[in-house]
Structure formats: C-alpha cells, structure tokens
C-alpha cells in the first residue's frame, strides 16, 4: 500500500467468527457463560406476590431461589426497550442469566436486532465466549416471523461484537465464539437464514468500515482497489471494470470529471457486474452509489458551523452501501438476475485546476449545466454514472447519495427518503426495507419545482432555491435517466452515520441485498 499523509494505516484486524446455531433445549439446563432472556414489559408482570406469571421466566426464577424476580424489583427492571440486567447466580447451567427489555411489544427485524446487540456487548462486558439466546415469549409466533426473528437477533449479536478498532494504537478484543438461538425452531429452514444474517452483516461491517476510513487513506484509487477485491474474490460470479480518467473522457462524462478537476488524486470510475453462475438471466438492475471520497465544497467551501467539513469522509457512503451488497451478493449467489454495480469516484476540491462557479459543464448525454454551486456535486457525478448505467441495458435502477442537508433536515437522521415516479419500484423497495429494518420515507417528485432548476444559458443549474432542496436535486438527477428505466433515489444523508457514536452505520445495504433478492427468480 503506498504510503498516505500522516503516514497513516488501518491495522489489519480479522473479525471474530461466531457459530450461531437454532436448537430447542431446556435453557435451565444449558450450559454456557451467559444466557440471554429477551423479555417485553407484559412479560415482567408479577402477580400479587412480586413472583412472574411467565411460564419461563417463573421457571428460571424457582431455580434460583427467587433471586431474579428480586433483582428485577431491586433495579426497576420492567422491560423497557434498552434495559438489561445481567446476574452471576448459582442453580442454572450458565454461569450468568440476563434480561434484555424489548418494549411493550417486539415483532420488528429492527427490535431484535437492537437485542443482538444489547446481548454482544452485554456478552463483551462479562468476557463470555458461549451466549445463549431465548425469548421469554416465543409460543405465538409463526415458522416465518420465528426465522426472521433469529436473522436480525444473529444479525445485531454480529454488528454488536464487531467494532471497528482498525485506526486505535488499543482495543479490546471480544471472547465470543458461539451463540445458540434456543426456542426458535431448528432444522435447514432457519439455518439458511442464519447464514444469511450472517453473510449481509459481515457485509455492512465492510460498509461500515470504508465510510470509517478517513480521506487520507481512503482515496478513490484505495476505493476502486477495495472493489476489485470483492470481485477477485467471488470472481466465478463478478467482474470488475475500472475506468480511467481518459477513458471517461472518451465517454464524454464531463459532468463528473469536473467535479475531479481540481484533487490530485485522479478519479476511478468503478464499475461491478454480477452475472449468476448459471441459468438465464431474466432481470437486470443498476445499484448507483455516490463516491466522494472527500467533499471540501470546492470554491463554495464549506464553512460556518454546521457545515460539517470533518465529516466529509462519509460523502461516499452510497458507494459503501453499493460495494456491500455486492460482497454480500457475490457469496449468495442469486439466480436470474444480472447486477450493476457503479460508483463515479473521485474528490471535491479547491485547486488552479477546479471547476468555478458559473462553469458549465456537459454531461454524457449532451445536457449541459451551468454550475452556480461546486458544494453541489454529488448530483454532478451521478449525472454520468446514471447515464452509463442506463447503457448497460438495466431494467431498474437505485441510487444511493449522501446528497442533501435538506433531507436530514426533512426527516432526522435516521431516515433516508426515497424519490421516484415508479409506485412499483417504491413499494419494492420499501418492501425490501421491512425486512431489513431500515427505516425509510417516500418523498413527493414535485415536477413543478424544476422551474428554478433553469439557466438562462445552460440546459439546467445544478442548485435551485433552498426550499425544497432534496426535491430538486432528485429532479435533476431525473433528467439524466432513460424514460424506459425505472429509476429510484435514496437521499441517505442522514442515516449514513451514527450521530451519537461517531461511526458509520452501513445503512442500505441489507436493503438492497433484499430487493436484489426480490428481484432474482
């Protein structure tokens, strides 16, 4: 690797490998160092005697001399969703027994995988290396909602055990190696679906990972690297074509390549293909992600508080959700469907050789763009993505773009909000984001506002007025999408970090892997 500014490099630190295994024992005689009870509010309801009424936790709390009902009470414990209690007590197999609270009422793939998570680092804490995982109440739910249920709490134990320490002269490493999901059902059925939380949550860690990496370090020669890597690795069923700086000029993306005038690090094209290892295809899709490695504002520089220039690092976020479905995708392996994976990478700087305001820029299609904001120029760079992605014959395409403030503004930062004319693509997309427990937000494609989106010498400006901001920059990304391609953007502003821990969250990528899914035959 060649050497960075700062002289900086991520260690190379291997995930811990868990084995997740479905069985169906008696947990009172399980052996291990922790069992995890996942419990609701009505679960923890005692009777007139402060003893449960659950049948499970009545007999884990017999076994140990009634010291779990007491601890409950002692610590006001009722089962609130992020409550947790753990206890070393004498009179079960395992060496600790924990409640975890889910609310009044847990049937989300979002609520079990927060007790995955609560369960690792509950599991981090007590240095346990075996951790057994039951619900206090799991007689009612269906074979279906019982299998998701093990996906997202095996999915959240992943994500809550693996922290990404790559840039910390210290860390603690976590001791798990096994975690059992006891009363949930047993059998291949949920088996594959453990290994399939499996696959996609190591998949958003890499996500996570990228987005984590600061700019000096992860530049888009290193991003490009990274994405050849997941094609040489599941090469039977991926390729991967990098374009250069030249070869884009040939393919006239003179949107894009303004944006990358000014860095001296050149920009890389990047673009995966998926092709199933055998039978026909039937479907083909783009995912497009947005690949600043670094976004400065150019010579509209971000400045001022809030503007938030330290964190720019995470304007390739839609590029870390593209390239971690890919990885995912590569060892799933789906049929009948054909996948495009392309990301216009490249850094927004300030030089002698930048894009100025009031430039105008052409795009692949021949639409050209009086740029009256350099700070808008994800839009830029995905203009000619876009366009190269409708000429790959796709079918479909979703977008994925760190691109507004005003959609962090519009719904938090937590959700991302989806723009498209296509009601079908939306409601498989948003069908797709139930499963995963991502949270999103259909957003109205308002035709109306593209008048201030006009130039009076250009085909468009690249910003309109600040109200409507992310309305307008779907519009104008809109114009460089074939009519016959279904096209929807996702604005992941927002949700692209974790805004209390300080670390990417690889938001979209359990999304899209399940749309793929969804779309495979």
């Given at each position: 690797?060649?050497?960075?500014?700062?002289?900086?490099?991520?260690?190379?630190?291997?995930?811990?490998?868990?084995?997740?295994?479905?069985?169906?024992?008696?947990?009172?005689?399980?052996?291990?160092?922790?069992?995890?009870?996942?419990?609701?509010?009505?679960?923890?309801?005692?009777?007139?005697?402060?003893?449960?009424?659950?049948?499970?936790?009545?007999?884990?709390?017999?076994?140990?001399?009634?010291?779990?009902?007491?601890?409950?009470?002692?610590?006001?414990?009722?089962?609130?969703?992020?409550?947790?209690?753990?206890?070393?007590?004498?009179?079960?197999?395992?060496?600790?027994?924990?409640?975890?609270?889910?609310?009044?009422?847990?049937?989300?793939?979002?609520?079990?995988?927060?007790?995955?998570?609560?369960?690792?680092?509950?599991?981090?804490?007590?240095?346990?290396?075996?951790?057994?995982?039951?619900?206090?109440?799991?007689?009612?739910?269906s074979?279906?909602?019982?299998?998701?249920?093990?996906?997202?709490?095996?999915?959240?134990?992943?994500?809550?055990?693996?922290?990404?320490?790559?840039?910390?002269?210290?860390?603690k490493?976590?001791?798990?190696?096994?975690?059992?999901?006891?009363?949930?059902?047993?059998?291949?059925?949920?088996?594959?679906?453990?290994?399939?939380?499996?696959?996609?949550?190591?998949?958003?860690?890499?996500?996570?990972?990228?987005?984590?990496?600061?700019?000096?370090?992860?530049?888009p020669?290193?991003?490009?690297?990274?994405?050849?890597?997941?094609?040489?690795t599941?090469?039977?069923?991926?390729?991967?074509?990098?374009?250069?700086?030249?070869?884009?000029?040939?393919?006239?993306?003179?949107?894009?390549?303004?944006?990358?005038?000014?860095?001296?690090?050149?920009?890389?094209?990047?673009?995966?293909?998926?092709?199933?290892?055998?039978?026909?295809?039937?479907?083909?899709?783009?995912?497009?992600?947005?690949?600043?490695?670094?976004?400065?504002?150019g010579?509209?520089?971000?400045?001022?508080?809030?503007?938030?220039?330290?964190?720019?690092?995470?304007?390739?976020?839609?590029?870390?959700?593209?390239?971690g479905?890919?990885?995912?995708?590569?060892?799933?392996?789906?049929?009948?469907?054909?996948?495009?994976?392309?990301?216009?990478?490249?850094?927004?700087?300030?030089?002698?050789?930048?894009?100025?305001?009031?430039?105008?820029?052409?795009?692949?299609?021949?639409?050209?763009?009086?740029?009256?904001?350099?700070?808008?120029?994800?839009?830029?760079?995905?203009a000619?993505?876009?366009?190269?992605?409708?000429?790959?014959?796709?079918?479909?395409?979703?977008?994925?773009?760190?691109?507004?403030?005003?959609?962090?503004?519009?719904?938090?930062?937590?959700?991302?909000?989806?723009?498209?004319?296509?009601?079908?693509?939306a409601?498989?997309?948003?069908?797709?984001?139930?499963?995963?427990?991502?949270?999103?937000?259909?957003?109205?494609?308002?035709?109306?506002?593209?008048?201030?989106?006009?130039?009076?010498?250009?085909?468009?400006?690249n910003?309109?007025?600040?109200?409507?901001?992310?309305?307008?920059?779907?519009?104008?990304?809109?114009?460089?999408?074939?009519?016959?391609?279904?096209?929807?953007?996702?604005?992941?502003?927002?949700?692209?970090?974790?805004?209390?821990?300080?670390?990417a969250?690889?938001?979209?990528?359990?999304?899209?892997?399940?749309?793929?899914?969804?779309?495979s035959s």
């Amino acid at each position: 690797m060649a050497q960075t500014l700062g002289l900086t490099q991520p260690a190379n630190i291997e995930h811990p490998k868990i084995s997740f295994a479905a069985k169906e024992i008696d947990v009172a005689e399980w052996k291990g160092d922790l069992l995890a009870v996942g419990v609701t509010e009505k679960d923890m309801i005692k009777d007139e005697n402060s003893k449960f009424q659950n049948s499970l936790l009545k007999k884990l709390d017999g076994l140990l001399g009634g010291l779990l009902a007491e601890a409950s009470l002692e610590e006001d414990f009722t089962g609130k969703t992020g409550q947790s209690m753990v206890h070393r007590l004498p009179g079960l197999g395992s060496k600790r027994v924990g409640l975890f609270g889910l609310g009044q009422s847990a049937s989300s793939p979002a609520a079990f995988r927060g007790l995955g998570e609560a369960v690792a680092s509950a599991a981090k804490t007590a240095q346990a290396s075996s951790v057994a995982v039951v619900l206090a109440s799991s007689e009612g739910l269906s074979t279906e909602l019982k299998c998701s249920t093990a996906s997202a709490t095996t999915s959240g134990t992943v994500l809550g055990t693996c922290e990404d320490n790559r840039y910390k002269s210290e860390s603690k490493k976590s001791q798990l190696k096994s975690v059992d999901i006891i009363g949930l059902g047993t059998g291949p059925g949920i088996e594959k679906k453990l290994k399939y939380a499996e696959v996609v949550s190591y998949a958003i860690l890499f996500g996570r990972e990228l987005v984590n990496s600061p700019a000096n370090v992860l530049t888009p020669a290193a991003l490009a690297a990274e994405a050849s890597k997941i094609a040489s690795t599941y090469s039977n069923v991926l390729s991967a074509n990098i374009l250069t700086e030249e070869q884009c000029r040939e393919l006239k993306m003179g949107s894009y390549l303004g944006v990358a005038a000014a860095s001296a690090n050149p920009p890389h094209f990047i673009h995966l293909c998926y092709k199933p290892p055998s039978g026909p295809v039937k479907t083909k899709l783009a995912l497009v992600g947005k690949g600043l490695t670094f976004d400065s504002g150019g010579y509209n520089i971000k400045t001022g508080p809030g503007c938030s220039i330290e964190t720019m690092k995470v304007d390739m976020g839609g590029s870390a959700a593209v390239f971690g479905a890919a990885k995912a995708l590569g060892q799933i392996k789906p049929p009948g469907v054909e996948v495009h994976f392309i990301v216009a990478s490249c850094e927004n700087m300030i030089s002698g050789t930048g894009m100025r305001p009031g430039d105008i820029v052409t795009a692949s299609n021949g639409k050209t763009i009086e740029v009256n904001n350099t700070d808008a120029e994800g839009r830029l760079t995905l203009a000619d993505a876009l366009v190269y992605a409708c000429n790959q014959g796709v079918e479909k395409i979703v977008d994925l773009a760190t691109l507004t403030g005003a959609c962090v503004v519009a719904l938090g930062p937590s959700i991302a909000g989806v723009f498209t004319p296509s009601d079908n693509l939306a409601k498989e997309v948003l069908e797709a984001s139930e499963l995963s427990g991502e949270k999103f937000w259909r957003m109205p494609l308002e035709e109306s506002y593209w008048e201030s989106m006009k130039s009076g010498v250009a085909d468009m400006v690249n910003t309109g007025g600040r109200q409507g901001g992310a309305i307008n920059a779907a519009l104008f990304l809109k114009q460089f999408v074939d009519e016959k391609v279904q096209w929807l953007h996702i604005d992941m502003a927002g949700p692209v970090l974790n805004d209390k821990k300080h670390v990417a969250t690889g938001f979209g990528i359990s999304t899209l892997v399940e749309w793929v899914l969804k779309n495979s035959s």
